[in-house]
């Protein structure tokens, strides 16, 4: 556990390392990684993730009270599960979650300051232990409910994740192609979503529910959000033409699709949605899930390594 000895605090880690993230990227620094954090004063137990799922579950069944922090390596889709398991856990006590960013997408690095594969800069924010209470989303479907860290969308942007996987190996750029390729097969469903008892019904492209600034690391979806403000920031495109669409996108990369007639941006503490037909969701980027939902911020629930 924690030990002081001097200006020095040594910290007893459970280090959750994905080593397939950036494209097998993140394999090949873990030598880096581990030697940077030993040589902060820091100590770990090692959990390798080899499979979608198993992050969620090692941190479900560990003993949390042995450690004084969990850090995810890897993307952010390593990061949801690292959380998930952290709320499923039944440890009596539950140390902060930190972040280092080996992966495509980070994008709540980026809140710190962080870019992808500044494993350095995050392993020094980790060794002074300093900690910020943040916000965390929390979801609630018919018969499950998960939290996210980032986003959580559906419609258009939940097509675009999907077709995204067919060129996953252009990185970020997957998601420009893809969002091009939807853009050209538009479809549009009826909505209702009602956002801290404002009702809104009409014929939509897509929701993003985001509690940080970027989706991925190069959409600036959510110009004004901040992860302490107790909101949850939402972008909602009605209906328009597939030009509109076009020139909608392509402000996306530096926030000025908000000021775009088409599209509302609202933040809200609470938000229920309801689709005619259940419409597929995308938590941090992962596919899973669908409406109808609803969605709440938590506000300063969750105790995260800060700079």
Known sequence: MTIHNQNQIFLKLLLVYNPFAGFKKSGKYFSEVKQLIRSKGMD????????????????????LTLYD??????GDGTFHEVLNGYYKNKSETKPPIGIIPNGTGNSFAIELGLKSFEFEKAIDIISKNKIKKVDIGFCQMKDKDFYFHNILGFGMVADINDAANKYKKLGNLSYTIASLEKIMALRTFPLEIILDGKSIKQENLFVEISNTRY??????????AKV?????????????SRWKVLKIFLSIFEGKHIEHNDIEYIQAKKIIVKTKDNKTLTPDGEQYGSTPITVECKKDFLDFFWS
């Open 44 to 63: 770990f137990d090692l959990r390798f993730t080899r499979a979608a799922g198993e992050a969620e579950t090692m941190v479900e069944q560990a003993d």
């Open 69 to 74: 922090g969990i850090i995810s390596s890897g």
């Open 215 to 224: 989706t991925g690391s190069s959409f600036l979806m959510a110009p004004k």
């Open 228 to 240: 302490d403000d107790g909101l949850l920031d939402i972008t909602i495109s009605r209906k328009t």
